[in-house]
C-alpha cells in the first residue's frame, strides 16, 4: 500500500495565482480530509468527506478555497486567487472510518509558498 | 462537542530518562483517543490508539498511554526515551468521523 499520496510536495507561486493541491487516499477509506499547519496557528482542518460527499467545510478561510472529490481515489483543493497569507503545509488524511475506528492516515504534505 | 487540550507545548528532556506528555479532553459522548507523531518535514503518523477495554495500550516504538474516564486524561508515557524520539506529538479525540486535535507537544531529547 502506497499511503495517501499528495502531489505537488513543493509549490512556489505568485500572490493571485491559483493553486491546485491534489490528493489520492488509501484504497478502500470512506473519509477524506483536508487540514492546513502553520506555526502560528498549528494543525486546522479545512473540509472533510465521507464516501466523498462534504460534510463540514465550516474551516474553509474563505470563499477564495474549494475543494472537490469527483471520486472515491481523488481529491483537490483550490485557492483562487491565492494570497502571502496562506502560505503553509497542506495535508491529506484518509480514514477507514468505522471499520477502522476512525484513525487517520495523513501524507506527507505540500508546501505551498505564496510570494 | 469534543475538544483536546495537551498541557505542555514543550517538554525537553535527557536521553534515556522517562518521559510523559500530558493530554486532558471533554466529549459529551464516548470517544476513540489517539496520539500521533509528527518528525520533521513528515506528515503525522499514528502511534497508539485507545477503543475500549484495557485502559493501558501500547504503540510503537516503545510509547504506552494510559486512559482515565474519571480524570478524563489520555497521558502519553515512554520509559526511557531516545535522541530519535524528538518529534512533535499529538492528542486526538474522534467521534463518527471527524477527529479532534491537540496544538502538540514538542519533545526535544537531549544528548
Known amino acids: 500500500d502506497a499511503g495517501v499520496i499528495q502531489s505537488p510536495r513543493h509549490e512556489v507561486t505568485e500572490m493571485g495565482q491559483e493553486v491546485t493541491l491534489r490528493c489520492k487516499p488509501i484504497?478502500?477509506?470512506?473519509?477524506l480530509f483536508w487540514y492546513r499547519q502553520t506555526m502560528m496557528r498549528g494543525l486546522e482542518l479545512l473540509i472533510y468527506?465521507?464516501?466523498?460527499?462534504?460534510?463540514?467545510d465550516s474551516g474553509m478561510p474563505e470563499d477564495r478555497f474549494s475543494a472537490k472529490m469527483p471520486n472515491a481515489s481523488f481529491s483537490t483543493l483550490k485557492i483562487q486567487p491565492s494570497e502571502p497569507r496562506d502560505s503553509a503545509v497542506y495535508f491529506c488524511?484518509?480514514?477507514?472510518?468505522?471499520?477502522?475506528?476512525?484513525?487517520?492516515?495523513f501524507g506527507p504534505g505540500t508546501r505551498l509558498t505564496v510570494t | 462537542a469534543q475538544s483536546v487540550t495537551q498541557l505542555d507545548s514543550q517538554v525537553p528532556v535527557f536521553e534515556e530518562a522517562p518521559v510523559e506528555l500530558r493530554c486532558n479532553y471533554s466529549?459529551?459522548?464516548?470517544?476513540?483517543l489517539f496520539w500521533y507523531v509528527q518528525y520533521p518535514n513528515q506528515g503525522l503518523q499514528l502511534l497508539l490508539k485507545?477503543?475500549?477495554?484495557?485502559?493501558l495500550v501500547k504503540g510503537i516504538n516503545g510509547f504506552e498511554a494510559e486512559f482515565n474516564k474519571s480524570q478524563t486524561s489520555f497521558h502519553l508515557r515512554k520509559p526511557s526515551v531516545h535522541i530519535s524520539d524528538t518529534a512533535e506529538y499529538f492528542c486526538?479525540?474522534?467521534?463518527?468521523?471527524?477527529?479532534?486535535f491537540g496544538d502538540g507537544t514538542t519533545l526535544t531529547v537531549k544528548p
Open positions: 488524511a484518509s480514514s477507514p472510518g468505522l471499520a477502522g475506528t476512525y484513525e487517520q492516515y
Open positions: 486526538a479525540v474522534s467521534n463518527a468521523g471527524k477527529s479532534t
Open positions: 468527506f465521507n464516501n466523498n460527499v462534504p460534510i463540514d
Open positions: 484504497s478502500g477509506h470512506d473519509y
Open positions: 466529549s459529551s459522548v464516548s470517544v476513540y
Open positions: 485507545y477503543l475500549s477495554g484495557s485502559t
